[in-house]
Every structure is written in C-alpha cells, then in structure tokens.
C-alpha cells in the first residue's frame, strides 16, 4: 500500500524539481509534471475514500453491458454498431457522498447503487461501498468529442479497467496510446477480454495468452486479464471481487497518483544528467588574467609606478626644480583614480567618481574582449561537460555575462581598490635634507652676494672664513647645489625601485579584486546552474522514489 505522507513527499519532491529545474527541463515533460503536481494537490484535498474505477474501451468492446452488469440496472445506453456513450456515467456505491468527487471530475450522469453484500463460494464476501464506476465515451470514436472526453477522465480517475475483445485486443491505439503510456501504472490497471462467450475455451485462453505477451511488450507485466461475458455474466464475478479487493484497500487513489508522480520524474530525469563536474569556488588564472586586461590594468599599474616616481620626486627632489614637476599632469588623476588612499579610505558623496560612476579608463580592447569571451566560454564548456544541451547552455550563459554589466563591475572593482600605500620614512627624511642643504645654498649665495657688493662700495674688507684656498660662502653655495642634486638623483633612483614595489603591491590588490568580480559575476553563477542541476536529480529521485 502507498501511504498518503509518501505521496505528498514524491509530490513535493517533483515540485522542487520544477522549480530548481525551470527552464532547463523539457518544457512538455515539465508542463505534464505540473499538471501532475496539480492533479495530486487536487485529489487529495477531496474529503472521502472513494475510489474511482473507469471502464475504458473501443467501440464494440462491450464495456457499456459490462458496466450495466456490474451495477445490476441497465444505467448506460448500449448500441451495437456505432458508439453511444457520448459523456461519463457514474454509479456510486454505499452511503458516502461523493458530491466533491464527481463535481471535480465533471461527470454529470449519476446513479447510486444502494449498498449490498453478495456472497459467492469461490470468491468470498463482495463489498463495494465507496466504489464509483464509470464507464467512460469510446476512446477511438468517430466522435472527436467522445474520444476528448474520455483521454480527460482517464488523466483524473483512480484505476483503470480496459475492456477489449477478441477482435481489437491487439488494437494499435489501445496498446501505442494508453497501455504503453500507462506501464507504469500496473498497480492500477486491469485487462478485460469480454465477449469471451463467443470462443471457445481453449480459444479464450490462447487470445487470452497472447494478450498478456502483447501487455509484457508495452511495460505492463504485472496485470491480470479476465475473460468476460457479458451475454453470459461468465467471468463478471472474478471482476467483481478483484475491484472489491482494490475499493477495500484505499490506497488505489495514492497508487495512481505515485504512478504519475513516478512517471513524470522519469520524463524529467531524461534531461539530467548522471552528475555534474566540479568546479572550484576560485577563478582560474586565465580568466582573471583576462578580465584583468579588459579592466585596464596594465594601464593602471603604469600609472601607480608613474604615481609613486612623481610623489618620490616632489618630496626629495631639488627644491629648485620641484615647481617644474608639479607642471607635469597627474597620472592616476587624469584616470579619475587619484582618489584611492589607502584600504580604509573612505570617499565623500560629492566625489565626482560616484556621482558618474565611472573611472576614465579606456575602453577593452577588441584583443582583450576576444581573451575575456575565451576565457569564459572555455569555464562554460568545462562546466557543461556532459551534461544535456539545455544545461549545458545554461552553464554557458551563466558564464558569459553581458558585457556592459561586466564593463561596469570590472570599473567599479578598479575604482574601490586602493592604489596609493603608506609615505615611505625616507621620504621625509630626504626632503628635510633637501630644505637644509638648500638653506645652506641660499646662506652661501647671499653671504657672497654682500661680500660682492662690499667690494663694490669699496667698504672696508672683512674678513671671511676659508676652508684652504675656498671660502666657506663659496663652499655652502657649491656644496648645498652639488649636494641636494646629488640626494635628487638618489631619490630618482630609489624612487624607481620603489615604484616597481609599489606597483607590485597594486597588482596584487587588483588581482584580488579582479577575482571577486569573476567569483561573483561569472563563477558564481556557473556554480549555480550545478548546484541546481545536482538539487533537481535529487529531487526527482525522491519523486521516482
């Protein structure tokens, strides 16, 4: 028996599904699970125990007497040539309402069977109460309507009865349309030959035989035929007993929907693969070495070392000469990037950067564009790898995000990063030096301008200090010019070098937030479509159970 707590838990496992799935699943497998999902949601909100047995047949089969027989009063129009059931007919047995239940399955023709107990030697005590018997239009009516009709009821009821004959068991439609469609219903189908009466006993069982070979060939192993008449009620007994058995259990309603359940998973699980690669949650190399071009940051990177040189000489460079240098434009300013200070700075409202929201970078190259779409494509393919088209191509998509939004991340990730880092010590302490010697150099150059201008005005000679033949304002003039070009020049020197560290330091901070990006904007969501794709296996396993 199939318990209503293991329904609801296959049906929420088919939901899931769905909804992780979405657009990568089958579209007609996916709307048939969602009607599925519906129709068990629907069912079992049904207050009864009722179960609803149909009578499907062919014209001529005979389905509509057997009906009549089952119920004991000729309820159903019976015609011998062309079809007459036009719309479902309901007996209902027992005192239950089944009001709900056959509203939902808008079936209108109604009749209640009062409640009663037959006895038979061979089968046992008969009880029907909570049956509801229908017997359904011709599936393979001339009649559009009629055959529209019965595939509707068919998609609701709770256990099938295909009535056949000797003539049309071996229909294409019955088997190719219904009972292969159905294989995996075989707890809630049963097989009537009818007309039985009109072959012989050894003839029957052969029809019989061939019938059950034709049923293992569509999927349906596990199903008992009857041989029927219903001239001679020989065999309607058997059937009897066997749709008491099925009403008495209760759980034909919960097996019918687990075996929709169970099918629509299987039609799903068609477009899932058996697993899914894995990835790592970091970026490969290549793409952050390719995003990294796009964003510009050769071009950025030149210009923090241009930076650091620039910074390096207006504080150790000749006093002078420093204005000449301020004349020069400020690389990381003409990026609109002069703002970053360091890790914790943090930028007012009226920067200019945020009011526009973007750096002066130039834009990507049509190499480094090429790179990035390699890059990516080349993760989407490593992502997709055997996996079926539909997720293969939402892997690829998932990692190829729209240029202009990538554009603007990459823009955003430079414009966050900070691109300056602490004053070097030997700044200031050079830059002193610097004021120093030139204070010496002006002293030296003024004490020699008065002694120049003494000698001039002939005013008596003073006496001037020397240093062997050099006098020291000669000595403090040259010495503070030689020296402070001499500390200039070491400055250059190692401000070059330290411009090389500086930029070593930038990349590595670009590099980080480059990879941020990738993780977030395309790794991330690559990584999803596989998470995805492992949760809606997952999810059908439990559906198909």
Request: net charge neutral; charged share 25%.
């Amino acid at each position: 028996a199939t318990s209503r707590e293991g329904l609801e838990r296959r049906a929420a496992g088919l939901t899931a599904a769905l909804e992780v799935g979405g657009d990568r699943l089958d579209p007609r497998a996916a709307a048939q699970a969602t009607e599925v999902v519906e129709r068990v949601g629907e069912r079992t909100s049904i207050v009864g125990s009722h179960t609803v047995v149909a009578l499907a047949g062919a014209t001529g089969s005979g389905k509509s007497s057997l009906f009549n027989m089952l119920v004991g009063e000729p309820v159903s129009a019976i015609g011998a040539r062309r079809p007459t059931t036009s719309t479902p007919t309901a007996a209902i047995w027992g005192d239950e309402s089944a009001q709900a239940l056959l509203d939902w399955l808008k079936v209108g023709r109604r009749h209640h069977v009062p409640a009663r107990e037959g006895v038979d030697a061979a089968q046992g005590e008969l009880d029907l109460d909570g049956l509801v018997l229908l017997d359904l239009p011709d599936f393979d009516s001339r009649e559009s309507a009629h055959r529209v009709e019965a595939d509707r009821v068919l998609g609701l009821v709770d256990v099938f009865v295909w009535v056949t004959d000797p003539q049309k068991y071996a229909d294409a439609r019955l088997h190719d349309e219904y009972l292969t469609a159905l294989a995996g219903h075989d707890a809630v189908t049963l097989v009537v030959l009818n007309q039985a009466d009109r072959l012989s006993v050894d003839d029957a069982e052969a029809c019989a035989a061939d019938l059950k070979r034709l049923l293992a060939a569509d999927g349906v192993k596990d199903v008992e035929v009857f041989l029927t008449s219903a001239t001679t009620s020989a065999g309607v007994v058997s059937l009897e007993h066997r749709i008491s058995t099925v009403v008495k259990g209760h759980h034909a309603a919960e097996q019918r929907l687990v075996a929709d359940v169970r099918a629509s998973a299987e039609r799903l699980r068609e477009g899932v693969a058996e697993q899914e690669v894995r990835l790592g949650n970091r970026a490969d190399q290549r793409l952050v070495e390719a995003l990294g071009r796009a964003a510009g940051i050769p071009t950025v990177l030149a210009a923090v070392e241009r930076d650091y040189r620039r910074s390096a000489t207006a504080h150790t460079g000749w006093p002078f000469t420093r204005w000449a240098r301020g004349l020069r434009p400020d690389p990381l300013k003409r990026l609109r990037l002069d703002r970053s200070r360091d890790r914790k700075a943090t930028v007012s409202a009226t920067d200019v950067r945020l009011v526009l929201g973007r750096s002066s970078l130039p834009p990507a190259s049509p190499a480094a564009r090429s790179a990035v779409d390699l890059a990516t494509r080349d993760l989407g393919d490593r992502a997709g790898e055997g996996l079926p088209d539909r997720w293969a191509e939402a892997a690829q998509e998932a990692a190829s995000p729209p240029d202009d939004r990538m554009a603007d991340a990459l823009d955003q990730a430079v414009m966050q990063t900070s691109l300056r880092g602490r004053t070097p010590w030997w700044w200031s302490i050079v830059g002193l030096l610097q004021w120093l010697l030139a204070a010496v150099a002006v002293a030296g150059l003024v004490w020699l301008l008065v002694l120049m201008a003494m000698g001039w005005l002939q005013l008596p000679e003073v006496d001037t200090p020397q240093w062997g033949p050099l006098p020291y304002p000669l000595l403090m003039l040259a010495g503070g010019v030689l020296i402070g070009l001499a500390l200039a020049a070491l400055g250059r020197v190692l401000g070059r070098v330290g411009g090389r560290r500086r930029r070593r330091l930038i990349e590595k901070r670009l590099h980080e937030a480059i990879d941020t990006v990738a993780r977030e904007r395309i790794v991330a969501p690559v990584q999803q479509v596989l998470t995805d794709h492992r949760e809606t296996r997952e999810q059908l396993q439990i559906a198909r159970g």
